[in-house]
């Protein structure tokens, strides 16, 4: 499986985004697509991630009620809908495919990785 990440860009704060991860290759429905990001001079952090069948969804506290994890019914792509966007949300985002049916925040458990976008939230 490879990933590619797109829809990053440059937004008011309050403003809203929509990442987009597509996955070539195979995928199966009990394995894990996640989103991370990282903010300059800071560790990457866990945002959200969605069961690939299924579509089961957790989110991390500083996302949860803003942000939005979903995949499109048929096909091999992923969403991150960003709401109500603040400043710290300003980071690279990278999606990941994580190749076992137990969720995680961790992102040495995703074994594949996307090449990241960039997200700015101007204040």
């Known amino acids: 499986v490879q990933l590619q990440a797109s829809g990053g860009g440059l937004v008011q704060a309050g403003g809203s985004l929509r990442l987009s991860c597509a996955a070539s290759g195979r995928t199966f429905s009990g394995h894990w697509m996640g989103w991370f990001r990282q903010a300059p001079g800071k560790e990457r952090e866990f945002v959200a991630a969605?069961?690939?069948?299924?579509?089961?969804?957790f989110y991390s506290d500083s996302v949860k009620g803003r942000f939005t994890i979903s995949r499109e019914n048929t096909g091999n792509t992923a969403y991150l809908q960003m709401n109500s966007l603040k400043p710290e949300d300003t980071a690279i985002y990278y999606c990941a495919y994580r190749t076992s049916s137990v969720q995680s925040t961790r992102g040495y458990e995703y074994r594949l990785w996307g090449q990241g976008t960039e997200v700015t939230v101007s204040s």
């Open positions: 969605i069961k690939w069948g299924g579509g089961r969804t």
